[in-house]
């Protein structure tokens, strides 16, 4: 149970994470947060709006992104240092978003990595896209 | 049911919102967004890491933000377009977390609003700090 | 509380339990458990497979034999020891599942009782098939 | 996003994931499943019975090992045939469990592979033990 540390990584290195947007997750996600900003959990409200359908929070769907970062690249052990996030487009209950992040940058010396981290819906259009910067583990005693 | 207009934002303007987390906020966000990081969900694990115990998901704390700027500042209608975040400590199950969010600049000819938005736990410290870029709803038939 | 004990019972005894399966039902046993396969929460991918849609956890369905078993036979107070699935046909989003469970041997000697437990669907098709074994409760002080 | 084919695996091949149970993971499935039995649910009574305290449902305990098999052995696409479990010890809320899956007989000619799986808690005690039968992904248009 432990990731991949900065000598085990690569500039090109990818993960992935997919899975398709449900209303119970927006409602869940709303319920944590507190964010319940009536586009999201108002329907009688979002179809007034530009976009006719409540939609996704855009930080539920970044979340995925911590997903395949958590899970594959680096893995367990890693820290989370910075995440940098565009919203590009709407997402709506029953898009399937596909979560990715890739190595951009090793900063040996560091112990820094920094990813383009990015989501795509069914239809291949980027609705979130951006940066993070995460510390690979070093040894599990000091791993998070 | 409609947030400010940028007319009606000020440098300066202030938002916040606060929980603590528990347990079950951090298991519903693993279960949302699939991040099962042993450092979330497994006790035996996170007790053998630099933090000793179970810490809440960064992009967890960070929603919080959200619920301050969809509820208050601007409100219901802003466009969320970025999010730059530093993590800078950890959130433990039971931390009482204080999301903030306060109006650094107004670009009125582009319908932008800057943001500083930050989070701090019951001792203030700062455990997420960044910006945010929202655009503020115009009327409420182009709000989202 | 207490359920039936050994000599309240007999073979051919039987109980059920019924519910919908809903998307809800789905992605929370997902983030309780940690399967994401994509069978379940990937509409996308689903719709590409031999079943063309995403279906729910076999496991997810047998849980409501438990429930079965649990309210009414032998009820509170049992021990389950063993469980034995067949999964033998897919359930949907949308399907009323009707979960049995059928005394068909009692060893009162070793206080255990054997039921057939299925699972149908709204058509009658038996989705999940097998048997369990429990102990039932003897006193309330040695109960579980 | 296809899990290994038959010919991808061996006998030996192992995998497991791991995770605190929290009282909320109990409370969600008890929702999702119908089974409040008292045990699970009820401390006052849980008080007084053998275990002391709160116990998780089996068949929660049981469902780690799907996410064991379904994200990794054999992955995306696996078919669930049978799953046999024996319940051997109690899980009380905060115990951290390991599911885990090795396979144990590779069937070329009928596509099955036939796996071990297992659940220890944080002190090595196995509180469910049994074996599984799947059949492993062959192309995608097949795969569920």
Same mark, same amino acid.
């Given at each position: ?17 997919? =899975? %398709?947007?449900?209303?119970?997750? &927006? ?6 947060? +507190?964010?319940?900003?009536? $586009?999201?959990? !108002?329907?009688?409200?979002?179809? =007034? %709006?530009?976009?006719?359908?409540? &939609? ?6 970044? +979340?995925?992104?911590?997903? $395949?970062?958590? !899970? ?73």
């Amino acid at each position: 149970m432990i990731g991949k540390t900065i000598d085990q990584l690569a500039v090109g290195d990818k993960a992935e994470f997919a =899975k %398709t947007i449900s209303e119970s997750d &927006i409602y869940l996600y709303a319920g944590i947060t +507190g964010d319940f900003n009536p $586009a999201h959990v !108002n329907e009688a409200y979002a179809q =007034k %709006t530009f976009f006719k359908a409540r &939609i996704a929070h855009g930080m539920l769907t970044a +979340g995925l992104i911590s997903a $395949a970062m958590a !899970n594959q690249l680096p893995g367990p052990g890693a820290i989370y240092l910075r995440q940098e996030l565009d919203f590009r487009a709407p997402v709506f209950i029953g898009d399937t978003i596909t979560a990715r992040a890739e190595v951009i940058e090793i900063i040996k010396d560091r112990n820094r990595v920094r990813l383009r981290i990015w989501c795509t819906n069914q239809d291949g259009t980027v609705v979130v896209d951006g940066e993070a910067l995460v510390s690979p583990p070093k040894t599990l005693s000091e791993a998070h």
